[in-house]
Structures are given as structure tokens and as C-alpha cells.
């Protein structure tokens, strides 16, 4: 990377995407020494400027490379704290190499997210989009903001017509012939009928009930935008009919819905708490008519511009963990599976309380749980596991010491892994060197 002047080193600020219980976390990080540029990235993904002013920017990949993991496969028996210091000459030799590197299915993680109401709620803060900066020129293939933000909106829109489009009162434009109806608009009747000689025709604004409304003729229009997309993606969507199904499900309830809106309407509409997927997907639609510059020709064009956006995978991996979860017990209850249990400034992922077992389960986006153990993480579990509070939450159980579960991605795995409370603390999941702590390696979908 060159830079004109040495100056230009103090242009570089790494962006942070969150403040979260005291600490920062930033998207990447950057060392400078006297003559080297350190770049370490972090569980982000997303495109940034690195330094705007050379034109200089960054792009983290969902990319992993599994022969770094598969060359400890040897060593985990072990389970020795010292594992954590040894490294492998293959995996540095293969590291870099392409044949060996995945790309992690985001899309299909985030449709498998959405799937689920009480956890599609939690997506708000996945993504940290900075529209005040400059765009950078990308390909459709390295833009995973567009498709991030159709599979967010066709979802929610997908649960508004599973509900039934809202009805409301809406106004109507209309040349009466004859007669008159509502309000008379005598500025607009001159111009258009009087100066014409169209002395029987009166221009009138009325209200109407009905489907019609502004809200649905914005979703409408939005609508056409996401269609346009996904029949012309050759990286995302292509063959994957679920998302097809989604657009084949949503047409039919749109087809008497105009889409002529006027989008300084939207921004003064007032929602009903019944229809409270409307205001979700109304900013969401906002965001994707923003990303194509409300240009619908821009949805087909190979070469795109984006704002700098981050994906949060860590919060995205929690979320995917708690739609298994939901899944694979379909008859747990809230009071059994806690989301997020705060306690005196701390936050667990999960809680899972049941007449026989408790069990606090910490989800970790982390590979090196593949080949070795992150100690700092088991301290953490361990004492999220003496909270009193958590000792205390119902149903009580007479075990002294609550066990501890940590679930990670496991890409390599072919098969489904179940996350159902009876099976989680199986003895072969028991880390060896620790007492009822237990990891359980689950796969991620990939991009083939």
C-alpha cells in the first residue's frame, strides 16, 4: 500500500461497530510501526474505506480455511492447555491457498434467522451501514449488503401477507364527470379542466378504505426493486428456490396494489401496534431503494456501488444457535429457554432451565474451538454459572454446580447436529481437562 507522505498514516482509524457493556469492538484492527502496516481483521465482514483519501479500502470475506483446523485434528484427544502454543507447518504453508478456503453461506444463515419471528426481532443490529461516506465501487459478487437487506425485507414482508395487508383510509385523485365527491382541488380543476373547456369534469380528492394505502404501495414498489434483483443474481440466489417460493408467495397479495408512491409521504406515516412489521419493513425498503439510488435499471448492473457496511457474524452465529435451539425442542417454553439473561451488568447467550438440568450455553464464532480450548472463554461460562441470580431462576434444580456448554461452527460437518437440551451435555461433548463444561461443534451452510 503506498501512501504519499508518512503524514498520511494518521488518516488511518480502523472503524469500531459497537460499544457493548464497556468494551469496543472494532470491525478491524491496524498497527503501524515505523515502516509496516499491521491489518488484522475481526469476526466482521463488510467493505470499508481504509484510507478514503488514497482510495484505498478494505473488504473481509465470510471466507474460512479449514486445513488450519483439520492439521490439530491429531491433537485434540489431548485436550492440554499447552495445545494452544503448538502450530502446524502444513497449515502455515496452505494457509493462503484459495483450494483450501470456504465462503460461509451468510445469506442462507440469515434466511434460515428470519425464518423465525421471535428471533427475526433480534436482526436489527446485525448490519452498521455509514451512508455519510463516499461509495465504493464493488462487484455484485462482493456485494453482500444488497441480498442481506432483500432476504431482511422479503421476510418481514412475507409474515405481512401470512397476517393479511392492512386496510386503511387512503386519498384518491379523480376526475368526476358531472359530479362531485370529497374535496373540490380548485387550483388543480382550473388547470386541467377549466383551461381545457372541460366544463363537465371536476377534479376531487376523496378517501377510500382499503389496501391500497401509501404503506402498501411503498412495499409494493420495493417489491418490483427485490424481484429485479433476484432473477438477475448469479452469486446469491441463483437455484436457491426458497427464496423463489418467498417471491411466488408475496406476488398474488400485491397485484390490485399501485406502486406509485410518493416517498415524502412515507416518512409521516403513523403505524398501528397491531401491524407492527409494517414500520420494519418500511425501513428496510427505505435502505434498499437508498442502496439502488431509487434507479431500478441499477438492480442488474454487474458492477455496484455500496456504502462502507459491517456484518456482526458473532451476533448472527447467536441468533442461528437460537433458531436451532427453537427448533430442535419444539415444546420448550420461555421460562426454559431464556434469551440474553442479564444479571448484574452481565449477559448470557442462553439459559436453559429444565426440571432436570440447567445450563448455561455460551455461543462462540469461533474455528479454534475445532482443534483446541480457549480458556479465557471457559472462565467466562464458569462464572456466568456461580452468578447467584442464575443459581436462583426456576425451576431449581439440587445440583450444586450448573454445567456449562459452549457451541461453536464446525463447517466440515455433513450432517444436521441436534441441539435438543437432552442430548446437549452427552459425554462425549465433556471437555476432558474440565469439570461439566462441554463444546458442541455444529455446521454452518456453505457457499458452493
Known amino acids: 500500500m503506498l501512501f504519499a507522505q508518512k503524514d498520511d498514516l494518521n488518516t488511518i482509524n480502523a472503524r469500531k461497530f459497537k ?30 474505506w481504509f484510507w478514503e483519501q488514497g482510495n484505498r479500502s478494505i473488504r473481509v470475506e465470510p471466507k474460512i480455511n479449514s486445513t488450519v483446523y483439520k492439521c490439530f485434528e491429531n491433537f485434540t484427544a489431548l485436550e492440554d492447555e499447552y495445545l494452544i502454543d503448538k502450530e502446524n507447518e502444513a497449515a502455515e504453508k496452505k494457509i493462503f491457498n484459495d483450494l483450501y478456503e470456504k465462503e460461509i453461506d451468510c445469506i442462507a444463515i440469515l434466511m434460515e434467522i428470519m425464518s423465525h419471528p421471535e428471533v427475526a426481532k433480534e436482526t436489527e443490529k446485525l448490519v452498521l451501514i455509514d451512508w455519510d461516506s463516499a461509495q465504493i465501487k ?19 414482508v412475507q409474515d405481512i401477507v401470512r397476517k393479511g395487508l392492512k386496510k386503511s383510509y387512503y386519498k384518491v385523485e379523480e376526475n368526476l364527470r358531472s359530479r362531485t365527491k370529497g374535496k373540490v382541488l380548485i387550483a388543480k380543476n382550473i388547470k386541467q379542466n377549466v383551461f381545457k373547456n372541460r366544463f363537465t369534469d371536476t377534479l376531487c380528492e376523496y378517501q377510500v378504505f382499503g389496501e391500497n394505502s401509501i404503506e402498501n404501495r411503498f412495499l409494493k414498489k420495493v417489491f418490483s426493486f427485490c424481484v429485479q434483483y433476484v432473477e438477475n443474481d448469479s452469486s446469491y440466489f441463483k437455484n436457491r428456490q426458497n427464496i423463489h417460493w418467498i417471491l411466488n408467495y408475496i406476488r398474488p397479495a400485491f397485484e390490485q396494489i399501485s406502486d406509485e408512491v410518493n416517498l415524502h409521504d412515507v416518512k409521516n406515516l403513523k403505524y398501528n401496534p397491531f401491524f407492527k412489521e409494517y414500520k420494519e419493513a418500511i425501513k428496510v425498503g427505505e435502505l434498499i ?15 455496484t456501488f455500496t456504502p462502507p457496511f459491517w456484518i456482526d457474524m458473532p451476533k448472527m452465529f447467536e441468533l442461528y444457535v437460537y433458531v436451532k435451539l427453537l427448533k430442535d425442542n419444539p415444546g420448550i417454553s420461555a421460562e426454559q429457554l431464556h434469551y440474553q439473561f442479564s444479571t448484574y451488568g452481565n449477559s448470557l447467550d442462553f439459559l436453559i432451565c429444565s426440571d432436570q438440568m440447567k445450563i448455561v450455553v455460551d455461543a462462540k464464532y469461533k474455528l479454534q474451538y475445532n482443534y483446541k480450548t480457549i480458556h479465557d472463554d471457559i472462565r467466562q461460562v464458569a462464572g456466568y454459572a456461580r452468578l447467584k441470580k442464575v443459581k436462583a431462576q426456576k425451576p431449581q434444580i439440587n445440583e450444586e454446580e450448573i454445567s456449562c456448554l459452549i457451541i461453536y461452527p464446525n463447517p466440515d460437518v455433513q450432517e444436521d447436529v441436534s441441539l435438543h437440551i437432552e442430548t446437549l451435555l452427552h459425554e462425549n461433548n465433556e471437555l476432558k481437562t474440565y469439570h461439566k463444561v462441554y463444546k458442541i461443534g455444529i455446521p454452518l451452510p456453505l457457499l458452493k
Open 138 to 156: 464493488i462487484t455484485q459478487k462482493q456485494d453482500l449488503l444488497t441480498p442481506f437487506l432483500i432476504v431482511r425485507f422479503l421476510k418481514i
Open 19 to 48: 460499544t457493548e457493556r464497556g468494551k469496543d469492538y472494532y470491525c478491524y484492527e491496524v498497527k503501524i510501526n515505523d515502516d509496516t502496516i499491521n491489518i488484522s481483521t475481526n469476526y466482521f465482514v463488510g467493505v470499508d
Open 289 to 303: 431503494l437508498k442502496k439502488f439510488s431509487y434507479n431500478i435499471t441499477k438492480t442488474v448492473q454487474q458492477e
